[in-house]
């Protein structure tokens, strides 16, 4: 054993305390203080977040010996001195902690990353690690709020972390944040363990750890990655995919691209998935976990079903579900299982309307085609010929004074008052009055209770207006 390897051990056993004196752990100290402060300035440090870590570097000693300089816990990071650095063994047992500081300073503390740190170390034989909070880093998690992954290619700066070229895809981890540093030690390994190929873990609204063989691979890595998330971001805010070569518009997905071919139903299925993930992450009643892509088609149907099922049951007012809708309802329409059911007086009222010139449009929660089969196919005929239109939730949400602003536009009136909008629910008529709309709610057999003094005109039957 080298004599230099001998005085680390013996170091780590707290009997040689000169060793801490000599040049390469003193240059380490003031490098993390330098370090800190220039992070500071990149905003991955500030607020006494984030921390920097480094070990030692000396010929003599195997790495896996050397000692490591790590910088305190809710300190300022710009106002350090080497002084205030604590160094562990490689083991990561403190041997040397700085003094206590006046008030209003805190006593001092080990980085609250210290657990964290020391996985890099032993899982990647890391020279150095640094954690973040740059708001780059923190932002890129919730772009994209049910994905486990950062996934960018074809950007020159992929070049900059280990083991890529501009070609590749980079992948990097993202774990969920817990309310304390400590507690995401067992999550990060995990994602250490799970990606043999990342040299740095993302935590959700929190930050990132990036690693290197040395403090300069670590810091331009760092580097890499901040630049690639302010990126991808910016390429997010101008409606491109960030994910893809051509870095072309985003489809609409969110939470990884995945096909779930049920051979049955098989549209906008991206969205779709990205419903259920939200689902089960809000506990809706009967979502269940989407099967993986070598699942057997059986149970990608049975798994589709049970959440189209509880998206129904918990009356998810979607687009996708109102399309799936459509399709259910076209199947049986066109085999004549189905018949659209309305009220005695709707055919009548629509016939007299029409004759008079008046206009009608439908404005419904169910899609267009919905309505028109509904309609198309009524019990009292094709009642298509008396309507004038069809809008949908794809102009906006019923309960929203802006989709009432939109269809007022497209109608061409002069004024939206010029509109008359009859609903049974009493949101959509304080939405549509918003829009300066003229109003009647029309009560009908099983609808929810009025608010008393709700100010609107009402009627029993069409036959009234
Ligand atoms: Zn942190």
């Given at each position: 054993m080298a004599t230099g390897a001998a005085a680390a051990v013996d170091v780590a056993n707290g009997v040689c305390q000169s060793y801490l004196n000599n040049k390469p752990v003193r240059e380490t100290r003031e490098l993390v203080a330098e370090l800190c402060r220039h992070f500071y300035t990149q905003g991955w440090v500030s607020g006494t977040g984030g921390s920097i870590t480094i070990k030692v570097h000396d010929e003599s000693i195997p790495k896996s010996q050397q000692?490591?300089?790590?910088?305190?816990?809710?300190?300022?990071?710009?106002?350090?001195?080497?002084?205030?650095?604590?160094?562990?063994?490689?083991?990561?047992?403190?041997?040397?902690?700085?003094?206590?500081?006046?008030?209003?300073?805190?006593?001092?503390?080990?980085?609250?990353?210290?657990?964290?740190?020391?996985?890099?170390y032993e899982m990647r034989n890391a020279g150095a690690v640094i954690h973040s909070h740059g708001m780059e880093s923190c932002l890129v998690t919730m772009i994209q709020p049910f994905s486990k992954e950062f996934r960018i290619t074809h950007m020159e700066m992929i070049k900059g972390i280990d083991g890529h070229g501009y070609y590749d895809e980079l992948v990097v981890p993202i774990i969920e944040n817990t309310a304390h540093e400590g507690e995401l030690t067992e999550s990060l390994s995990?994602?250490?363990?799970?990606?043999?190929?990342?040299?740095?873990?993302?935590v959700r609204n929190h930050g990132i750890y990036v690693w290197g063989d040395s403090w300069i691979r670590a810091k331009t890595q760092a580097e890499c990655y901040h630049y690639l998330f302010d990126a991808a971001i910016k390429l997010y805010q101008l409606g491109l995919d960030w994910s893809t070569p051509s870095h072309g518009p985003i489809q609409r997905v969110f939470g990884g691209q995945r096909n779930v071919n049920a051979g049955v139903l098989n549209f906008n299925n991206a969205l779709e998935l990205s419903r259920v993930e939200e689902d089960l992450?809000?506990?809706?009643?009967?979502?269940?976990?989407?099967?993986?892509?070598?699942?057997?088609?059986?149970?990608?149907?049975?798994?589709?079903?049970?959440?189209?099922?509880?998206?129904?049951?918990?009356?998810?007012?979607?687009?996708?579900?109102?399309?799936?809708?459509?399709?259910?309802?076209?199947?049986g329409f066109q085999n004549n299982e189905l018949k659209g059911v309305v009220f005695e007086d709707v055919s009548d009222a629509l016939q007299k309307w029409h004759a008079m010139g008046i206009k009608v449009y439908i404005y419904s929660s169910g899609s267009r085609e919905a309505q028109r089969l509904l309609f198309g196919n009524s019990n009292y005929g094709d009642l298509r010929k008396f309507l004038c239109g069809f809008f949908?939730?794809?102009?906006?949400?019923?309960?929203?004074?802006?989709?009432?602003?939109?269809?007022?536009?497209?109608?061409?009136?002069?004024?939206?008052?010029?509109?008359?909008?009859?609903?049974?629910?009493?949101?959509?008529?304080?939405?549509?009055?918003?829009?300066?709309?003229?109003?009647?709610?029309?009560?009908?057999?099983?609808?929810?209770?009025?608010p008393e003094n709700h100010g609107f005109q009402t009627v029993q039957s069409f036959v009234e207006i």
């Open positions: 000692l490591i300089v790590m910088s305190p816990s809710g300190v300022q990071k710009e106002r350090m001195s080497p002084e205030d650095m604590y160094v562990l063994s490689s083991a990561g047992s403190i041997i040397s902690a700085p003094s206590p500081n006046p008030y209003p300073h805190k006593p001092p503390k080990c980085t609250d990353c210290a657990s964290l740190f020391m996985k890099a995990e994602a250490i363990q799970a990606y043999p190929k990342t040299t740095a873990v993302l992450h809000q506990g809706v009643a009967g979502a269940v976990p989407i099967p993986t892509n070598d699942t057997g088609k059986d149970e990608v149907i049975t798994s589709l079903v049970a959440n189209v099922e509880a998206m129904i049951k918990a009356d998810r007012k979607i687009t996708c579900l109102k399309q799936l809708q459509g399709h259910i309802w076209r199947t949908d939730t794809t102009v906006g949400n019923k309960k929203e004074t802006r989709s009432y602003f939109e269809i007022s536009q497209s109608l061409g009136v002069d004024e939206p008052s010029d509109i008359l909008f009859v609903t049974d629910v009493f949101q959509e008529a304080v939405a549509a009055k918003g829009a300066g709309l003229e109003v009647i709610i029309s009560v009908r057999p099983g609808n929810g209770p009025l």
